[in-house]
């Protein structure tokens, strides 16, 4: 990792050596990757980047590891859609969906775990480990079984049944924990003090984070090397939000693009949404909340990066939108109907989200804008499989246009029936 120069505190500046250490001995601040850049700029060119590998690891120039020890099962440059369907309904007509819910394990948490689990193994770790809202621990499990580490996944116990399976297949660990994230997230700090585990959302963070930026690369050259005018993406911790900017930055340090002035936008569910209050109410810190929301995967009430998610709202002139909860599968059935992407809830969010974005006139219809699609609808079924009622049929054209028909009938009939009380919009 040749570019790489220390770890930096993000409060004080103190520096350290790269080390499995994610918060400052003087201050607690918590420690980030600092780079020389300037050598970054002589070492990668647009051709040397779109020359690399069709994955995340095009951009290893800007992470933290050697990209010959990477552990990679796959991850990243996943298509930007365009999206003139659900832009015409919007009123957007530069609107870009990005999609990774196609990722190997059906998240964009494949990038931060991709390149922690490389590093971990760098450092002899033995056990990767994590604290997981649902996706995290799955990838946390594909990228162990691949790098032969063992894995151990701790979650709170009223995750989705396709999220705790999608990590038990892959031979994990899993605890399931009776609370919430953030009591998980306490316990899990104690453990990681205790245990030489590389729990990769925790000791590991600042490596975790850095996986993350490469969302921001690759909307950039897939737009043709430029940075969009507005970005929408899904909160939990804010972390995500956090890094896309520093990705899209360090683009203009290294003179891949001239300029960016991309406004950061996020959305959180109105049941877990402790950055949006702190952002309505102008303050620069978050007070925790007890989240009740179904979009479980951004279900964090105390998010560590949400003073970090403040300033980059601040810095780029971006807002924070809550979603309504019942616009959260409105906004699945939406992308899924108008651009053939199936999310997940957090998904839902940032569609529901973008458009209240829109709604509010903070995004002009000539502006570029893309949205964050992180997750898989596949992951998340359980809150969509309501009304799904097949046609039944015996193979044969009689039996088949009496069942016809008698669907007919049945719709003729909903569509007459007065709209359910307390209904939508
Ligand atoms: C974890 C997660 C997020 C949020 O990530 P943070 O960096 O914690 O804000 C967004 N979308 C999905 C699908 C996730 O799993
Ligand atoms: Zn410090």
């Known amino acids: 990792m040749p570019h790489v120069r220390c770890m930096r505190c993000r409060e004080c500046g103190s520096e350290y050596p790269i080390e499995p250490l994610n918060v400052c001995e003087l201050c607690f601040g918590p420690l980030e990757i600092s780079y020389d850049y300037a050598s970054i700029a002589r070492s990668v060119s647009r051709q040397s980047i779109e020359k690399g590998p069709a994955s995340m690891w095009r951009y290893h120039d800007f992470l933290p590891v050697d990209v010959e020890a990477a552990v990679d099962i796959g991850t990243g440059f996943t298509p930007l859609v365009p999206a003139k369907n659900l832009g015409r309904m919007l009123g957007l007509d530069h609107l870009y969906i990005k999609n990774d819910a196609v990722n190997p394990t059906y998240s964009f948490k494949d990038r931060p775990v991709s390149v922690t689990a490389s590093k971990a193994l760098e450092f002899e770790f033995e056990v990767l480990a994590c604290v997981s809202t649902g996706n995290l621990m799955g990838s946390v499990a594909a990228h162990g079984a691949r790098a032969g580490m063992e894995t151990m996944v701790f979650f709170p116990a009223t995750l989705e049944k396709e999220k705790i399976i999608g990590a038990a297949v892959y031979g994990s660990t899993l605890v399931a924990i009776d609370g919430t994230y953030d009591q998980a997230n306490r316990f899990c700090s104690e453990l990681a003090d205790d245990n030489r585990w590389a729990f990769v959302n925790i000791n590991m963070r600042p490596f975790y984070a850095e996986g993350s930026k490469t969302l921001g690369y690759e909307a950039v050259e897939q737009l043709g090397w430029r940075a969009p005018d507005h970005c929408v993406v899904p909160a ?62 951004l279900a964090i009430g105390n998010p560590a990066s949400g003073p970090f998610a403040l300033e980059t709202l601040a810095e780029t002139g971006g807002a924070a939108v809550a979603a309504l909860e019942e616009e959260v599968v409105e906004g699945i059935r939406l992308l899924a109907e108008t651009e053939g992407i199936f999310t997940e809830t957090a998904g839902g969010v940032v569609i529901s989200g973008l458009r209240r974005l829109v709604e509010e006139g903070r995004i002009r219809n000539d502006e570029v804008t893309v949205a964050y699609v992180t997750g898989n609808g596949f992951k998340t079924i359980e809150v969509v499989e309501n009304g799904v009622s097949p046609v039944r049929t015996a193979p044969n054209h009689e039996a088949f246009q009496t069942a016809m028909e008698a669907r007919t009938a049945r719709t003729r009939s909903a569509a007459v029936q007065p709209s359910t009380p307390g209904g939508k919009k």
Do not use: C, N, Y
């Open 236 to 297: 939990a911790s804010g972390e995500l939000h956090t890094k896309i900017w520093k990705g899209i930055q360090e683009m203009t340090d290294v003179g891949l693009i001239d300029d960016a002035r991309t406004r950061m936008h996020l959305a959180q569910p109105e049941g877990s949404s402790p950055i949006v209050e702190a952002f309505r109410a102008g303050l620069k810190h978050v007070k925790p909340v007890k989240p009740d929301t179904i979009a479980k995967s």
